[in-house]
């Protein structure tokens, strides 16, 4: 539904609203570039129209369901895959893409019919034996082999298939799924998982979700597999989604009434234990701020992982490649409310992902660890205190304007820390109660979809009755440091 601008309209709800064109022109030159006018069917277009990764997600279909059949050999690197997916049309689709990186295309399959193939960079393109109609329910199977890589992403962080010294682990963010399976690897497009993971025997396999079935088989050679079967049955983007092989060990246990499976790797027993004596308390405080927890489990992955310098808030299950500081343990929980469940609309949307999630960190330490109030640690990054708060990288919050990151800049330190001061400059105007009050209707009114910045600054205006707009424009959308806290 349209909405038409207003004299109450604020001056940050302006400037999204001018902004908003740009993006739809993008949009509109990706379709028309793939296959032209007219009613019949054409070309999907190949990108999404992101404004912080253009070549992201591809247009005509909306995925809903991924069946992924994955055989690994951690011994060589090896991976036999096959992707089910299930779409449906939202044009009439002569051909359609796939990001899809590296590795072979041995079979594709369109509705149960041969399909052709062919790849351009990290584009592969199908063509169905026939073409797919507007609002129809279609299945795609790819079958793909080869060995995995690792992307380097533009910020320089490691991503997509990473090697360990027992195993692998795929991690996704921003676009390092398209390493392992092919798919629509945009944040906008959000569908249930299954996974089901043949790995040696000795080695497990965990993935998103629920442990619905693990079974012992042998192969042609006689050797002995496991295959384990995981389930999503909530929406997800594919950023998200992962799949960790290794000799781990695992403790089922409770969190607050949510069923929680915590793998780790054998030199990680003590991180798993305080990690299962943490996590109910944890659940049950993120619980009592942002609303009811939109999954059916929670878990961690800890893994023994020095190559990978971050912990990521894969859905279900974070990724922690060692062990971590019980805030980041939070930051990660709190990511399965803003950002798992709420999803960005668009990659320039980052900083209600980190913001939130950082600022759950300034408030789980002056409540639960009885440290800095919030408003000491804002304090402390508006002087850039690193040395004396502990706030790592707090002194470059300045160098760009959280609302604007650059493909480059997805995870810099405005997105975090300045969407953190954004989160508690609207606590400071709208006071506590209307502040909860706009945290538990966002993650209630976007539940399991996707959501910008535009909608969160018209859900604290509509909610607080203040024109926020100076606030915005102050904290938000511009780099310079404000000459007031």
Request: include cysteine.
């Amino acid at each position: 539904m349209a909405k038409s601008e207003s004299a109450s309209v604020s001056t940050a709800r302006r400037r999204l609203l001018r902004r908003a064109p740009v993006v739809a022109l993008a949009l509109a030159l990706v379709a028309g570039c793939s296959g032209g006018g007219g009613s019949g069917p054409r070309a999907g277009g190949a990108g999404a129209g992101d404004p912080v990764f253009p070549s992201l997600g591809n247009g005509g279909y909306q995925v809903e369901h991924y069946g992924l059949e994955l055989d690994y050999e951690p011994e060589g690197n090896d991976l036999d895959g096959t992707a089910v997916i299930t779409a449906r049309a939202t044009e009439g689709l002569s051909s359609f893409t796939l990001d899809f990186k590296g590795m072979k295309v041995t079979d594709a399959k369109v509705g149960g019919k041969a399909a052709k193939t062919s790849r351009s960079g990290a584009k592969l393109k199908v063509v169905p034996e026939e073409p797919v109609s507007k609002g129809a329910t279609f299945k795609t199977e790819i079958a793909y082999e080869g060995k995995p890589k690792t992307i380097r992403d533009p910020d320089g962080a490691k991503e997509g298939w990473v090697e360990t010294a027992h195993g692998a682990v795929g991690l996704g963010e921003p676009q390092g799924s398209m390493a392992w399976f092919p798919g629509n690897h945009h944040p906008s497009d959000k569908a249930t998982y299954d996974f089901t993971v043949s790995v040696p025997s000795g080695f497990t396999a965990v993935a998103n979700g629920e442990l619905k079935n693990k079974e012992e088989m042998e192969d042609e050679d006689g050797d002995d597999w496991t295959a384990f079967t995981w389930h999503s049955a909530e929406p997800m983007a594919s950023y998200l989604a992962s799949v960790a092989v290794g000799d781990f060990k695992a403790v089922e246990t409770d969190a607050a009434g949510v069923p929680a499976y915590i793998a780790y790797a054998p030199k990680q027993a003590d991180a798993a234990r305080h990690m299962k004596e943490l996590l109910p308390k944890a659940m049950a405080w993120a619980r009592e701020r942002f609303g009811p927890y939109p999954f059916a489990s929670t878990g961690a992955v800890i893994d023994d992982n020095p190559d990978i310098e971050y912990a990521l808030e894969t859905q279900t299950k974070p990724y922690f490649p060692g062990p971590e500081t019980d805030k980041i343990i939070v930051h990660e929980l709190a990511h399965q409310w803003f950002g798992n469940s709420v999803t960005p609309r668009t990659w320039r949307d980052m900083w209600l992902n980190e913001g939130f999630a950082q600022y759950a960190e300034w408030m789980w330490e002056a409540q639960q660890e009885k440290g800095r109030s919030e408003k000491q640690t804002f304090d402390d990054y508006y002087d850039g205190k690193d040395s004396e708060s502990k706030d790592d990288g707090s002194g470059d919050i300045w160098a760009f304007a959280p609302a604007y990151p650059k493909a480059e800049t997805i995870s810099g330190r405005p997105v975090y820390g300045r969407g953190a001061m954004v989160l508690h400059k609207v606590r400071e105007t709208v006071g506590d109660s209307v502040f909860f009050g706009i945290l538990r209707s966002w993650t209630r009114d976007h539940r399991h979809g996707n959501a910008g910045t535009d909608d969160f600054i018209e859900l604290c205006e509509k909610k607080s009755g203040k024109d926020l707009g100076d606030l915005f424009d102050t904290w938000l959308f511009r780099a310079a440091k404000p000459d007031h806290r």
